[in-house]
């Protein structure tokens, strides 16, 4: 069983998969956790192989900071290439590269991972402030229809080691045409969005009745049952059935609401058929289960003073 962890990623590892970093090889890491006011014993520090490259990052950071400082008090001396500046994000922390682990969790590698979707992964930065490079891993657990994260997932950020994220220019470059991907299709995506991990418990409320941990209970009774469409998410599909319900909306207004494609009639009809596939999943999953004789027996209607009549 793992028993020594590793200091950049929290992970327990055996000590066959770690590397030492209490020599004085590695005096700049810890001056570097002392200026982070990191507390710590030289002999318990460790780093796994799949934080390697976040190591150097920290070393690389640290001597351009050095050389910046040194800029200053010798400007003569020096000659910088702005073609060959990478960027470092503020206040973003990078995730590391390992494929040996969930990046979200600790979780070690195992069936139910799978290569964490560009969508997820742009999740990371505008919802936790992380940064995760092309590879990373994560469970299937935490993706939302395979490919976004779960709205309601928590990610333990405090107990992070905060390494810095330094990108390449080749990789702000890909960056910014992955954001450039993702408002595109946010532009042609639905104005109220129930897989948009942002939606707050009032906003379901407001629309739906229910609060998200109530909507997303409902929600797994009926989504093994339920497929997606070019018109609408699993999760929309509910939410279209919950919003008719508490608003009254017209369908014409619903189909509006959830920007599906088609003219005034198109869109009538898809959100009509939306609310009447959820009712029929309903009645077939969750009605039987919860009204009616069906869902107890005889002796759980006796003791709860029950009469059949």
Request: glycine share 4%; net charge neutral; charged share 20%.
């Amino acid at each position: 069983m793992p028993d020594i962890k590793c200091t950049l990623c929290n992970c327990w590892k055996n000590s066959s998969e770690l590397k030492s970093l209490s020599s004085s090889n590695y005096s700049w890491y810890h001056e570097y956790l002392s200026s982070n006011g990191k507390t710590f014993n030289i002999n318990e520090l460790f780093y796994c192989k799949g934080c390697k490259k976040a190591l150097y990052t920290i070393k690389k950071d640290l001597a351009v900071a050095s050389i910046s400082a040194s800029s200053q008090s010798f400007p003569e001396l020096m000659e910088v290439d702005d073609d060959n500046e990478g960027l470092t994000l503020d206040n973003v922390t990078f995730t590391g590269s390992g494929h040996k682990r969930c990046v979200v969790c600790p979780a070690s590698v195992s069936s139910k991972m799978v290569l964490m979707p560009k969508p997820a992964r742009l999740d990371l930065p505008l919802f936790y402030r992380l940064f995760a490079p092309h590879g990373v891993r994560c469970c299937t657990s935490h993706l939302l229809n395979g490919d976004r994260l779960r709205p309601d997932e928590h990610i333990d950020i405090e107990n992070r080691l905060s390494i810095p994220t330094s990108l390449s220019p080749t990789e702000v470059r890909e960056l910014f045409n992955d954001l450039f991907s993702l408002i595109d299709a946010l532009r042609s995506s639905s104005h109220l969005d129930f897989d948009n991990p942002s939606l707050t418990n009032e906003d379901y409320q407001a629309w739906t009745g229910w609060t998200k941990e109530q909507f997303n209970l409902m929600f797994q009774y009926i989504s093994n049952h339920l497929c997606s469409s070019s018109n609408r998410t699993t999760r929309n599909a509910f939410a279209i059935f919950w919003i008719k319900l508490k608003t009254n909306l017209s369908f014409r207004q619903i189909g509006s609401l959830f920007n599906m494609p088609g003219d005034s009639e198109t869109r009538r009809k898809r959100a009509s058929d939306a609310f009447d596939s959820i009712r029929e999943l309903l009645i077939l999953h969750f009605v039987s289960e919860h009204l009616g004789i069906g869902h107890t027996t005889v002796d759980d209607a006796k003791t709860h003073n029950t009469a059949y009549t």
